[in-house]
């Protein structure tokens, strides 16, 4: 199976989680029903056990559920809504400047922008996870004009400049296939 096809399947496959996503949202709103339905005759004596016949209740309940995950949605996708930068912040990254006077942030610096050169991709923001001392990178982003690469510290310290830029070209073909 070539790329093409395992990118056409994992898109198929999103589709499927969208569906279980929708299928989820029902099934909390029946749960949030039926606890609201079972705890409304002991709140309110005046109502009896019809409650789980209420249609008022049940299209209210699904109505407030669907609002409350719409607007949940709404705010995670305004927060992300600079692209990689913020997907980069959020995760607990600095933007590095293109003046650092760090040697391995200049390493690093000058790997990103020879890549960039290479293949012929925009020169995204690059981040650093100051606290991270493993080694690992990311590239975020909506395209490729938004797309950053976050990098460890760890992953900038402690790894050569050659495997920094195994590294680093790594994110770029996540960047140039939009797999982030």
């Given at each position: 199976m070539d790329f093409f096809e395992r990118q056409h399947q994992a898109?198929?496959?999103?589709?499927?989680l969208v569906f279980l996503f929708g299928v989820a949202v029902l099934l909390i709103s029946?749960?949030?029903f039926l606890i609201i339905a079972a705890v409304i005759p002991f709140v309110d004596e005046e109502r009896n056990s019809s409650t789980l016949q209420d249609p008022m209740l049940a299209m209210y309940v699904v109505l407030g559920t669907f609002v409350v995950i719409s607007l949940a949605g709404l705010y995670r996708k305004s927060q992300l809504s600079d692209g990689g930068s913020s997907i980069a912040s959020m995760m607990g990254g600095r933007l590095v400047n293109m003046a650092s006077?760090?040697?391995d942030e200049q390493k690093l610096m000058n790997v990103v922008e020879e890549m960039a050169i290479a293949s012929s991709v925009p020169m995204p923001e690059v981040f650093v996870m100051n606290e991270e001392?493993?080694?690992?990178a990311f590239a975020a982003g909506y395209t490729v004009h938004d797309a950053v690469i976050g990098v460890t510290d760890g992953c900038m310290r402690r790894l050569s400049r050659d495997e920094l830029q195994g590294v680093i070209a790594h994110e770029f073909s996540h960047i140039l296939n939009q797999d982030m």
């Open positions: 898109k198929k496959k999103t589709g499927y029946l749960l949030n006077t760090d040697p001392k493993a080694i690992n």
